[in-house]
């Protein structure tokens, strides 16, 4: 009705696709995990993501998105498609290698090279800007 | 109802504060027929009253999921069908003891958490069948259902939820399946009451802590319901207060609006702030310290805005309102002499002609002691509005330092910079693809940053090596700054010869020396220290300061050479007065030539104000100069952005596909936005304003002015002419090094104006205070007329010295004082940090 357009090009529907890791949401919060969800599936990522998740959960998910081989450690070829994925691949490969490395030096606790849930939790738990951040409006 | 539909409802008013929001209008909306969708309890509550029987049945058919109901049930078989079959007013109390039953088993049935998913959700689904029946029984309108419409708007919060649970059970109870009702009144002994209490604490916390698991949602949902069953029939024994409940529901509402309200209030604020999607947009492009100058200067606009309102409000208008008009004086009016350019655009541009002889200026204000049927004081207002604005820049610039240490000393926690730049820089809430563009450029940025930063530190120094240049660098600035500074005193003693001989004997260059001389060193003495401190390899920010403080020690060479041609133009005037004084009282004489003896008082002849002869003003002179320096530096500013900028860029842009070299990545390719010259050139330029406002009140207004033009135009120039810098690094979070300058610079302006004020008499013909010995005589002049006597006894007291001399003394020591505390706050902070670093460090020892 009217001029409001509802049948949007594969174009038009890129422009409003902004957020670097919607594929990722879309399969972690996907019962089949191939980024299929039902409603269920759907409520449950609207809810973590919401305000009043707390922050233990809304950690759980997010080293879940971040980690990309879903292999439960964010190793350093995760953290390098992160940054990629983050800066649109301004960085060069030298600049990427420095931020993984230092995020594997800063973070890892045990010490084995990778990022357990334990070692993101205790990061990411005193991050300021997390709950507000990782958080969508309805 | 749809099942669909109404789980939907249910799940998201449970776990999302805001969909909560949905009310019976909501539903209304959406369904097409108003829902009586409950919360769980109360849905499960009227499904445990009136059917239970149905459920009953039910349950005992899936012993294995429902296995602690199914006990208790058994266990109180025989006691319910015979409650059921009696349906007498004790059914009420024994129902009690079947919950509480059923509670302990619901007890053990919650340690079954273990049970598949899959019975669950039959569990949930047949739960939400029941409740579709459960709906539409109630739906025959039954009493109590007013109330519970009203609840059903309220926000379902943790802590309200489970208030208006118990209140909605007890009302329920009250109002719901008419066999219950009677039975319901009857007294609880306290023991039971205690124990009720207890198990519905342990519902709560379980409910509470069911958020925070990270289960599927069907698990969570039918995890809950079977929780919530229990916990509503824990709560349908005991009685409650149902007074206060309409109280309770208005409460919530207004709390739910005023949390929105202040939700959108905060949003209000932040889009009230100017300019504010310019700033961020280039920050996302060009990094925080390019920022870093824009957000300065949009503080700057801010003072003087201020500055304008003082000046404006206090001086300008009650003068054009109350003040005698344009021509009734000989000192508003242009003289004969100037009358036939007074109106055209090289005069006006220049300030002279009508623009001089109005509010702009000094000289046009009368000096009357009252003005005006509300008899504004004027004079008194010009002086206190000239200290005014002074004081007013001293404090601000004084209180933003202050604040900005204060964050500064707060410190932040860089232990895990990069992981956060990775993990939290992304922000979920972006839906617009140019916001996401300038997202995606400002994290592109953050990073370049911290990687600077980083490298930095892991560069390796070689000492000395680094000392020795570095004290080479030094030398040579210095070198450069004294050589310039000897030359800039050396040409102003020339042209100080030249003016006493006459200009008339010299040509065009050594009129305009030095100006020339000025403008010269302006353009090549900076780029001289940006090679300079090539040698001194230093960390980028630090590199700025210098950059900015050496450029700021040359600018000072050229306040001196204008403070000192100031200076020789005003003892030029006071010199011209004494011999117009001597003119006029010939030309009054010569007006009278003849027709009246001299000792007798006669009519004074009318004679038009712009034949009087004028004495000379060097105060509006003064003012002119300041505000044609101001509009000339803001020309050659536009102008310099215009064609060192925009058609720099143009050029490269389209000629390079006819050139010989590529000009995009050699000589000259687009333009780095030039920090340290456009801070100097926004200090500096206050500083003009604030040495010339004191005489020329429309100074402010041209500021304003210009300030809101120039963030337009170097917004604009920044994201279309220039590129970001090779590397982008952090701005210190502060800009405290650029309010100390400012601070340097304010203090550097007052001097001029309160030596003048001091020590140079007014002059006689024109401005507020003519006919007084020193501008500062106003204020006795006021204390004498307008205050009690006894005031004046008072000020002279307070101004003797015996007093003066001890509270000064007693000011500094408390400065000392106040320093000596600073000091030791911060030691101890700082030993407050390390502890915390070393406690962390231990931490993550241990973990290993």
């Given at each position: 009705m009217g001029n409001k357009q509802t049948i949007f090009t594969p174009e038009q529907l890129d422009a409003y696709q902004d957020n670097p890791f919607r594929q990722r949401i879309a399969e972690v919060f996907s019962e089949s995990g191939d980024g299929n969800m039902t409603l269920d599936d759907f409520l449950d990522m609207f809810s973590v993501l919401s305000e009043m998740a707390p922050r233990d959960l809304k950690a759980y998910y997010a080293f879940k998105i971040y980690d990309f081989n879903n292999d439960d450690y964010i190793c350093k070829s995760d953290l390098e498609k992160t940054v990629n994925k983050l800066t649109r691949n301004e960085l060069t490969p030298e600049e990427v290698s420095l931020a993984c490395e230092k995020v594997i030096y800063e973070a890892d606790l045990d010490n084995d090279g990778k990022l357990s849930l334990e070692d993101f939790q205790h990061m990411i738990i005193?991050?300021?800007?997390f709950l507000s951040t990782f958080h969508i409006r309805i | 109802m749809a099942v669909l539909e109404l789980s939907l409802l249910r799940y998201v008013k449970l776990f999302s504060k805001d969909l909560a929001l949905i009310n019976d209008d909501t539903m209304l909306h959406f369904f097409g027929k108003r829902i009586e969708v409950n919360n769980e309890e109360d849905s499960a509550a009227e499904n445990q009253e009136n059917d239970r029987g149905v459920d009953k049945e039910r349950k005992r058919a899936k012993p294995r999921t429902r296995r602690g109901h199914g006990r208790g049930r058994a266990r109180h078989g025989g006691e319910e069908d015979g409650d059921d079959e009696d349906g007498t007013r004790r059914a009420g109390q024994r129902r009690q003891r079947n919950r509480r039953g059923r509670g302990r088993a619901g007890n053990e049935g919650s340690d079954s958490e273990g049970d598949p998913t899959k019975a669950r959700k039959n569990q949930a689904n047949q739960k939400s069948k029941e409740d579709d029946e459960q709906e539409e029984d109630e739906k025959g309108g039954k009493s109590g259902k007013g109330k519970n419409e009203k609840k059903q708007d309220k926000k379902v919060d943790k802590k309200g939820k489970k208030e208006k649970a118990n209140k909605k059970k007890k009302d329920k109870k009250k109002s719901g399946s008419g066999s219950g009702s009677d039975s319901e009144e009857e007294p609880i002994t306290e023991e039971e009451l205690a124990k009720l209490k207890e198990e519905v604490e342990e519902k709560k916390k379980l409910i509470a802590t069911l958020r925070n698991k990270p289960w599927k949602m069907k698990k969570k949902l039918s995890v809950l319901k079977y929780e919530a069953q229990l916990f509503v029939e824990k709560f349908e024994g005991a009685l409650g207060k149902g007074k206060g409940k309409k109280f309770y529901a208005y409460k919530v509402m207004m709390t739910k609006k005023w949390m929105k309200f202040q939700r959108d209030f905060e949003n209000f604020k932040t889009a009230c702030i100017p300019w504010e999607m310019k700033i961020k947009e280039i920050e996302s492009h060009f990094g925080s310290s390019v920022a870093s100058y824009f957000i300065f200067l949009r503080w700057m606009y801010g003072i003087n805005m201020i500055l304008f309102g003082l000046t404006f409000g206090l001086v300008m208008i009650p003068e054009a309102l109350m003040?005698?008009?344009?021509?009734?004086?000989p000192r508003k009016t242009v003289p004969r002499a100037e009358e036939a350019t007074a109106m055209n655009f090289a005069t006006l541009w220049d300030f002279s002609g009508f623009a001089q002889y109005s509010v702009l200026f000094y000289g046009y204000y009368n000096n009357q002691r009252t003005i005006g049927w509300l008899k504004f004081r004027m004079p008194l207002s010009y002086f206190l509005v000239g200290v005014g604005t002074i004081g007013y820049s001293f404090m601000i610039v004084i209180r933003t330092m202050a604040r900005n240490a204060n964050e500064e000393g707060g410190g932040d926690d860089t232990s895990f910079n990069f992981s956060w730049k990775m993990f939290t820089s992304w922000d979920y809430l972006i839906g617009n693809p140019e916001t996401a563009d300038n997202k995606f450029a400002s994290i592109t940025t953050s990073f370049k940053e911290a990687i600077v930063e980083e490298q930095e530190s892991r560069k390796e120094e070689n000492i000395h090596l680094t000392r020795f240049l570095r004290v080479l660098a030094n030398f040579l600035a210095l070198c450069t700054l004294a050589g310039s500074g000897y030359l800039i005193f050396f040409v102003v003693r020339r042209s100080q010869k030249f003016a006493l001989e006459g200009l008339e004997n010299y040509g065009w260059w050594e009129r305009n020396e030095v100006n020339m001389v000025m403008s010269l060193l302006g353009m090549f003495c900076p780029t001289l220290f940006d090679v300079i401190s090539s040698?001194?390899?230093?960390?980028p920010r630090i590199a700025l300061r210098w950059q900015l403080g050496r450029i700021f020690a040359l600018f000072l060479g050229n306040l001196y050479t204008f403070i000192i041609a100031l200076m020789d133009e005003i003892n030029l005037k006071l010199e011209e007065e004494k011999i117009v004084k001597y003119n006029m009282t010939i030309w009054e004489a010569s007006l009278y030539n003849g027709t009246i003896p001299e000792n007798s008082t006669a009519p004074p002849i009318q004679v038009d104000p712009a034949d009087v002869p004028r004495g000379p003003c060097w105060e509006t002179m003064v003012g002119q100069e300041f505000v044609r320096l101001t509009v000339s530096d803001t020309m050659t500013t536009y102008i310099t952005i215009l064609i060192g900028d925009f058609l720099r860029a143009v050029f490269v842009r389209f000629f390079n596909y006819c050139w010989c070299w590529d000009l995009e990545y050699g000589f000259p390719s687009y333009s780095e936005f030039d920090i340290s010259g456009n801070v100097l050139g926004l200090i500096f330029n206050q500083g003009m304003i604030w040495m010339g406002s004191f005489y020329a009140p429309c100074l402010p207004a041209i500021n304003v002015f210009r300030l809101h033009t120039s963030m337009y135009l170097q917004c604009w120039a920044v994201m279309c002419c220039n590129v970001p810098q090779e590397r982008v690094f952090k701005a210190s979070r502060s800009n405290n090094f650029y309010m100390a300058m400012l601070l340097f610079i304010l203090f550097l302006s007052t001097l001029p104006a309160v030596y003048t004020i001091v020590s140079i008499p007014p002059s006689f013909d024109c401005g507020p205070f003519s006919g007084k010995t020193r501008m500062f005589e106003v204020i006795s002049e006021t204390l004498e007329h307008d205050f009690p006597s006894w005031f004046g006894k008072v000020f002279g007291y307070a101004s003797n010295p015996g007093l003066i001399l001890p509270f000064i003394l007693l000011m500094v020591l408390s400065i000392y004082y106040l320093n000596a505390t600073s000091k030791s706050y911060k030691e101890a902070n700082l030993e407050l940090k390390k502890k915390l670093q070393s406690m962390r460090q231990k931490k993550k020892e241990i973990v290993k």
């Amino acid at each position: 009705m009217g001029n409001k357009q509802t049948i949007f090009t594969p174009e038009q529907l890129d422009a409003y696709q902004d957020n670097p890791f919607r594929q990722r949401i879309a399969e972690v919060f996907s019962e089949s995990g191939d980024g299929n969800m039902t409603l269920d599936d759907f409520l449950d990522m609207f809810s973590v993501l919401s305000e009043m998740a707390p922050r233990d959960l809304k950690a759980y998910y997010a080293f879940k998105i971040y980690d990309f081989n879903n292999d439960d450690y964010i190793c350093k070829s995760d953290l390098e498609k992160t940054v990629n994925k983050l800066t649109r691949n301004e960085l060069t490969p030298e600049e990427v290698s420095l931020a993984c490395e230092k995020v594997i030096y800063e973070a890892d606790l045990d010490n084995d090279g990778k990022l357990s849930l334990e070692d993101f939790q205790h990061m990411i738990i005193r991050a300021p800007d997390f709950l507000s951040t990782f958080h969508i409006r309805i | 109802m749809a099942v669909l539909e109404l789980s939907l409802l249910r799940y998201v008013k449970l776990f999302s504060k805001d969909l909560a929001l949905i009310n019976d209008d909501t539903m209304l909306h959406f369904f097409g027929k108003r829902i009586e969708v409950n919360n769980e309890e109360d849905s499960a509550a009227e499904n445990q009253e009136n059917d239970r029987g149905v459920d009953k049945e039910r349950k005992r058919a899936k012993p294995r999921t429902r296995r602690g109901h199914g006990r208790g049930r058994a266990r109180h078989g025989g006691e319910e069908d015979g409650d059921d079959e009696d349906g007498t007013r004790r059914a009420g109390q024994r129902r009690q003891r079947n919950r509480r039953g059923r509670g302990r088993a619901g007890n053990e049935g919650s340690d079954s958490e273990g049970d598949p998913t899959k019975a669950r959700k039959n569990q949930a689904n047949q739960k939400s069948k029941e409740d579709d029946e459960q709906e539409e029984d109630e739906k025959g309108g039954k009493s109590g259902k007013g109330k519970n419409e009203k609840k059903q708007d309220k926000k379902v919060d943790k802590k309200g939820k489970k208030e208006k649970a118990n209140k909605k059970k007890k009302d329920k109870k009250k109002s719901g399946s008419g066999s219950g009702s009677d039975s319901e009144e009857e007294p609880i002994t306290e023991e039971e009451l205690a124990k009720l209490k207890e198990e519905v604490e342990e519902k709560k916390k379980l409910i509470a802590t069911l958020r925070n698991k990270p289960w599927k949602m069907k698990k969570k949902l039918s995890v809950l319901k079977y929780e919530a069953q229990l916990f509503v029939e824990k709560f349908e024994g005991a009685l409650g207060k149902g007074k206060g409940k309409k109280f309770y529901a208005y409460k919530v509402m207004m709390t739910k609006k005023w949390m929105k309200f202040q939700r959108d209030f905060e949003n209000f604020k932040t889009a009230c702030i100017p300019w504010e999607m310019k700033i961020k947009e280039i920050e996302s492009h060009f990094g925080s310290s390019v920022a870093s100058y824009f957000i300065f200067l949009r503080w700057m606009y801010g003072i003087n805005m201020i500055l304008f309102g003082l000046t404006f409000g206090l001086v300008m208008i009650p003068e054009a309102l109350m003040g005698k008009p344009y021509g009734s004086l000989p000192r508003k009016t242009v003289p004969r002499a100037e009358e036939a350019t007074a109106m055209n655009f090289a005069t006006l541009w220049d300030f002279s002609g009508f623009a001089q002889y109005s509010v702009l200026f000094y000289g046009y204000y009368n000096n009357q002691r009252t003005i005006g049927w509300l008899k504004f004081r004027m004079p008194l207002s010009y002086f206190l509005v000239g200290v005014g604005t002074i004081g007013y820049s001293f404090m601000i610039v004084i209180r933003t330092m202050a604040r900005n240490a204060n964050e500064e000393g707060g410190g932040d926690d860089t232990s895990f910079n990069f992981s956060w730049k990775m993990f939290t820089s992304w922000d979920y809430l972006i839906g617009n693809p140019e916001t996401a563009d300038n997202k995606f450029a400002s994290i592109t940025t953050s990073f370049k940053e911290a990687i600077v930063e980083e490298q930095e530190s892991r560069k390796e120094e070689n000492i000395h090596l680094t000392r020795f240049l570095r004290v080479l660098a030094n030398f040579l600035a210095l070198c450069t700054l004294a050589g310039s500074g000897y030359l800039i005193f050396f040409v102003v003693r020339r042209s100080q010869k030249f003016a006493l001989e006459g200009l008339e004997n010299y040509g065009w260059w050594e009129r305009n020396e030095v100006n020339m001389v000025m403008s010269l060193l302006g353009m090549f003495c900076p780029t001289l220290f940006d090679v300079i401190s090539s040698l001194e390899n230093y960390h980028p920010r630090i590199a700025l300061r210098w950059q900015l403080g050496r450029i700021f020690a040359l600018f000072l060479g050229n306040l001196y050479t204008f403070i000192i041609a100031l200076m020789d133009e005003i003892n030029l005037k006071l010199e011209e007065e004494k011999i117009v004084k001597y003119n006029m009282t010939i030309w009054e004489a010569s007006l009278y030539n003849g027709t009246i003896p001299e000792n007798s008082t006669a009519p004074p002849i009318q004679v038009d104000p712009a034949d009087v002869p004028r004495g000379p003003c060097w105060e509006t002179m003064v003012g002119q100069e300041f505000v044609r320096l101001t509009v000339s530096d803001t020309m050659t500013t536009y102008i310099t952005i215009l064609i060192g900028d925009f058609l720099r860029a143009v050029f490269v842009r389209f000629f390079n596909y006819c050139w010989c070299w590529d000009l995009e990545y050699g000589f000259p390719s687009y333009s780095e936005f030039d920090i340290s010259g456009n801070v100097l050139g926004l200090i500096f330029n206050q500083g003009m304003i604030w040495m010339g406002s004191f005489y020329a009140p429309c100074l402010p207004a041209i500021n304003v002015f210009r300030l809101h033009t120039s963030m337009y135009l170097q917004c604009w120039a920044v994201m279309c002419c220039n590129v970001p810098q090779e590397r982008v690094f952090k701005a210190s979070r502060s800009n405290n090094f650029y309010m100390a300058m400012l601070l340097f610079i304010l203090f550097l302006s007052t001097l001029p104006a309160v030596y003048t004020i001091v020590s140079i008499p007014p002059s006689f013909d024109c401005g507020p205070f003519s006919g007084k010995t020193r501008m500062f005589e106003v204020i006795s002049e006021t204390l004498e007329h307008d205050f009690p006597s006894w005031f004046g006894k008072v000020f002279g007291y307070a101004s003797n010295p015996g007093l003066i001399l001890p509270f000064i003394l007693l000011m500094v020591l408390s400065i000392y004082y106040l320093n000596a505390t600073s000091k030791s706050y911060k030691e101890a902070n700082l030993e407050l940090k390390k502890k915390l670093q070393s406690m962390r460090q231990k931490k993550k020892e241990i973990v290993k």
